[in-house]
């Protein structure tokens, strides 16, 4: 299959209209969409990234206004995180309506929806005939791509089109919360923070999806993840490490001795824009060891500890 490179939204779209496959940007990381009524288009999602197809992927709309179209009874807590956080870099999973395919959902009664605030993905999104279910655009157990580039390195040959953004601002993937229950549940912590939900709707609980004996909410999150080729090694806030040879050091303190490549980040937020890119560039390198600072929980700290013991192997 031809992959086609474009950076007009309209002539994406237009591809994704007639029944192709398309990788666009968001804010948080490149998506992979596909029109959620179209099954086989989905199915050439899960088949192009070789991912189980138990794992139900996220639908996409381009107005906060479309959310009727794929939800039903949206909650109190609901309506209030759809006014505060969309569009941006939140999923919220709610009731599903009948127009969304099982192909999509993976079989649950629930979808999760999000609106992304990335100006490119809002004006693909907005000329794409019914809202797009999409995964992230990389190949199922490699870190999520952040860059059209990184796309292209994993999809290429394998997808109909890619249309061509900035690198995401965010670089982690959405924070997903649970509204279609009594209580809204954090299943995925993100760049909206558990105290920024708490914030808005009083109490979020943020229990374990997967732990032992309960199946997990967030069927994706029982698969391993966000993992370069690189072996992780998580190091303490200020610890200095001691580097084996082909080694490299990503963090918010810089570390004496020999690395192959440093990425010191002067906060979190630049953290989280830069760490799946800075492992594939390892990967790339041929680097074996990438120490990482693992930062406390406190705020955007969650989402980049959560990605890191995961890539660890360690959640
Ligand atoms: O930032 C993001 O969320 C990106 C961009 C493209 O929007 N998408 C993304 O999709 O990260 P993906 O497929 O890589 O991760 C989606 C996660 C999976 O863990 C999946 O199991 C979970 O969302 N998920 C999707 N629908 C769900 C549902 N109805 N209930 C619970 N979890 C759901
Ligand atoms: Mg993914």
Redesign the pocket.
Known sequence: MQTLITDSPEEAAAILNSGGIVAFPTETVYGLGAAITNTEAIRQVFQAKGRPTDNPLIVHIGRVEQLGEVARQINPAAEKLIERFFPGPLTLVLKKSPLVPEAVTAGLETVGVRCPANVVAREFLSRCSTPVAA??A?LSGLP?ATSWETVMKDLEGRIDCILRGEPSSIGL?STIVDCSGQKPILLRAGAITLEQLQAVVGEVSAEKSDSEGTPPKSP?LKYP?YAPLASIILCRPREAATPRPRSAFIGMQRQAGEWEAQKICKNLEEYGRELFSFFRHCDSEGIRFIYCELPSSEGLGRAIRDRLLRAAGEE
Do not use: D, R, V, Y
């Open positions: 995964p992230s990389n999520s993937e994706g993840h």
